[in-house]
């Protein structure tokens, strides 16, 4: 891999779309003309994450008309996987329907759905939790999707690789400011020990976290996961743990009896049974073998693959901002990981 200064900066930074290609965008997801609509009425309002999203209100008569246009930060293939992904499971669950995909822009327009996502507050509102967990358990009971399938050791073997491929400038500066004793090809092994071997495949949403769950409770509770990048067939534990992580440094990990709830939840609507029917040893089994350690396993994946991934795209003054989070989050894990291993002994 080629030190940050020696790459390509360009393949990182995408024109970002401007108020006349977003208001183009919403007029062809809606099938409208330019004069169908009260243009000088018109809003726009947008946030940044990952990628750019913005909502787009047209005056259209005596009504407003709201879509949601995204604009994904890579291209090519990506691009195209997450948009079929993304038609595919909005015809199948209660999702924001795919209006458009616009590839040459990179954007995606969906119909604009009102709430808020998640906070970590919710984490302990149990009437919240229990129907996160119950929409989760509505995706995993999709099936005959055209989507990849994971494996543990598949991705246990692209955490070593990722860190491993990293420019000695930046390995050197991780393992100087991480805990001498924290060794990724070492944490690969000793975590492969307590993953599961083998399970049965779910529809697993991949990046099952507060900000990719939306919950409007205008007139009643209605909660849907959102983005779809990271879906394919893998084991239930994925979405549950990712869930249940924290990834701040002093922050405590939702108690046990709250993860167990929802836990409960999730099996009562996956096997269609009242929850008060869900065996309380099925729930602690699920809770130690399953959900902690994959928190563990979470954590290294999402330390070491978007790492990789950003200093492919990134320019030599990004660098220093990513490999800094990566260190935060190393910290992170090492801080948690001797609390996961007493709950996994419990």
């Known amino acids: 891999m080629e030190p940050p200064s020696k790459r390509n900066p360009t393949k990182r930074f995408i024109p970002v779309l401007v108020n006349r290609e977003i208001v183009e965008l919403a007029l062809e997801a809606l099938e409208l003309d330019v004069d169908d609509c009260d243009i000088a009425t018109t809003s726009i309002e947008g946030v940044r994450s990952g990628n750019y999203a913005w909502r787009c209100t047209l005056r259209i008569g005596k009504n407003d008309v709201a879509v949601l246009v995204k604009q994904i930060t890579y291209g090519g293939w990506r691009f195209k996987e997450l948009a079929i992904k993304s038609l595919l499971i909005s015809t199948r669950i209660n999702s924001p329907e795919i209006l458009l995909v616009c590839p040459n822009k ?22 919240v939790c229990s129907e996160v967990a ?11 999707l055209p989507i990849p399938t994971a494996t543990c050791d598949l991705l246990l073997d692209q955490i070593a690789t990722c860190f491993n491929g990293l420019p000695e400038s930046v390995l050197k500066r991780i393992r100087s400011e991480t805990p001498s004793d924290f060794d990724i090809d070492a944490e690969v092994r000793w975590l492969t020990r307590f993953l599961p071997k083998s399970f049965h495949n779910v529809l697993c949403h991949g990046d099952y976290k507060l900000d990719n769950i939306l919950l409007n409770q205008s007139d009643h509770l209605y909660v849907t996961p959102i983005d779809f990048e990271h879906t394919r067939y893998w084991h239930r534990a994925v979405d549950l743990a990712k869930f249940h992580s924290c ?81 935060d989050k190393i910290h992170v894990y090492t801080h948690i990981k001797p609390s996961i291993i007493n709950e996994m002994k419990a």
């Open 106 to 127: 990179r954007a995606i327009v969906s119909q604009y759905v009102p709430g808020r996502i998640l906070s970590d507050s919710d984490r302990s509102n149990e009437r």
């Open 134 to 144: 119950r929409a989760l358990a509505r995706f995993h009971k999709l099936s005959g």
């Open 247 to 327: 990834y701040e440094y002093g922050a405590s990990l939702p108690t046990k009896a709250i993860t167990c709830s929802f836990i409960r939840s999730y099996l009562a609507e996956f096997e269609d049974i009242p929850p008060n029917q869900v065996p309380e040893k099925l729930t602690d089994q699920i809770y130690t073998d399953e959900v902690m350690p994959f928190i563990l396993h979470n954590h290294l994946y999402w330390i070491m693959f978007p790492l990789s991934v950003r200093l492919n795209w990134s320019t030599e003054s990004d660098t220093d901002r990513f490999v800094s989070e990566a260190i």
